[in-house]
């Protein structure tokens, strides 16, 4: 029997008593350290190391992270795939005991670990200590990195999607709007729809008020990306008036470009349409909507995206909103006057109710003028109806 062999079987033969061991906790722990010190294999000491963390002791951290210190630096020294198979279960093992002792002292040899790894599971269990021990002094390293991940370098993709997975899981921990504009993007990177789905549900969980973020991710990000942009923040525990902010920017993101490609045209009706919604559903008074809900109405691009937009003003209600839904108004009342049927009189029954939702006396003259316009007695009466409500305020 070689001396290997031997040792390994010194080894085997301790291991036999460990059930004896445990009737003396804290002795047991001093023993397993020793005979940890005294292995001179990768293999005696994996098994040794085994031991050592089923004792439960924090105290052991120092002896673990001295531990992975020495593995960090021998790391070169590694020949056979025995070898390197042995000394990356180690160092998983070790990180993974650093990480439910919350050793914080323990992140400089962690993320050292990782930088010397090849394995892509060990990179990613020593990112995902990284968050577990709140390591915050690398949540800018960790974000490149992951920033870099999304961008799709070449090579074995599969262990790119193993380390993200791990970044993914250190940035929820450690927050941060880096952080956050990060994990969005790799959300909707090239990832698979597993890494896609934790990078998703990571993000409620990175910040109560990611919309400066997100904002800034509005105006960067191609239209079939917006969306996603303005839903996470309307799903965030952002206040209301953030929120509203958020909607206005995104609703004239919607507005900015124009395009003849009609898939780009289809996902910019949608943020504008989610935009409006979201207006509507938050009650938004924002004198900053004003001007992007009248282009909308002015462009005509979708007659539900139109008739919301003309709600959206009449919840408003001030001023500057009254006079732009009673210009509308009047046009429709010039068209019915010149003999221009309307197929379609949704949107000046909208105008109308608009109007009066905003109970602005500003309102009164084009609502009385709807009864002289030539409309049949059912528009006139919501006319009336609109004007009941101006006089009731």
């Given amino acids: 029997m070689n001396k290997k062999l031997l040792n390994l079987a010194c080894v085997i033969i ?60 021998g790391s070169k020294n590694l020949r056979t795939s025995t070898e390197k198979e042995n000394w990356t279960q180690l160092c998983r093992l070790i990180i993974r005991a650093l990480g439910n002792y919350k050793a914080t002292e323990g992140a400089i040899v962690i993320f050292q670990c990782f930088e010397e790894a090849e394995d ?101 990000l191609p239209p079939d990306m917006k969306l996603q942009a303005l839903q996470a923040g309307l799903t965030s525990a952002a206040p209301q008036e953030k929120k509203i902010s958020l909607v206005v920017l995104a609703l004239e993101q919607g507005l900015l470009e124009q395009t003849v490609d009609v898939r780009l045209q289809s996902h910019l009706g949608t943020l504008r349409s989610t935009a409006i919604n979201a207006l509507i559903n938050l009650q938004s008074k924002s004198p900053a909507s004003i001007e992007p809900l009248r282009k909308v109405i002015e462009r005509n691009y979708d007659v539900n995206e139109r008739l919301n937009a003309v709600l959206a003003l009449g919840i408003i209600g001030n001023d500057d909103a009254t006079k732009i839904l009673s210009s509308f108004l009047d046009r429709q009342n010039q068209r019915q006057l010149s003999g221009t049927q309307e197929a379609d009189n949704r949107f000046t029954i909208a105008l109308i109710r608009a109007l009066g939702m905003t109970k602005n006396p500003l309102a009164r003259p084009v609502l009385q003028a709807v009864e002289y316009s030539n409309y049949t007695p059912a528009m006139v009466k919501i006319s009336k109806e609109a004007l009941q409500q101006i006089e009731q305020k």
Avoid at 32 to 60: C, F, G, H
């Fill in 14 to 73: 301790f291991l036999g008593f460990s059930s004896l061991l445990t009737l003396w906790a804290g002795e047991a722990a001093e023993m397993w350290k020793r005979l940890y010190q005294r292995s001179t294999s990768l293999e005696q000491k994996l098994a040794v190391m085994q031991n050592l963390i089923e004792q439960n002791d924090p105290s052991l951290v120092p002896t673990l992270t001295q531990s992975l210190t020495e593995l960090v630096v």
């Fill in 120 to 220: 892509p599971i060990l990179k990613s269990e020593a990112l995902t200590t990284m968050g577990k021990i709140r390591a915050t002094d690398y949540t800018e390293r960790i974000s490149l990195l992951l920033r870099d991940l999304n961008l799709k370098p070449e090579g074995d993709s599969v262990a790119r999607e193993i380390i993200a997975y791990g970044c993914i899981n250190a940035l929820e921990k450690l927050k941060g709007n880096i952080a956050y504009k990060q994990v969005f993007l790799a959300s909707q990177g090239w990832y698979s729809k597993r890494v896609k789905d934790r990078a998703m549900a990571a993000l409620p969980l990175m910040s109560d008020d990611p919309t400066e973020v997100l904002s800034e991710l509005l105006k960067e």
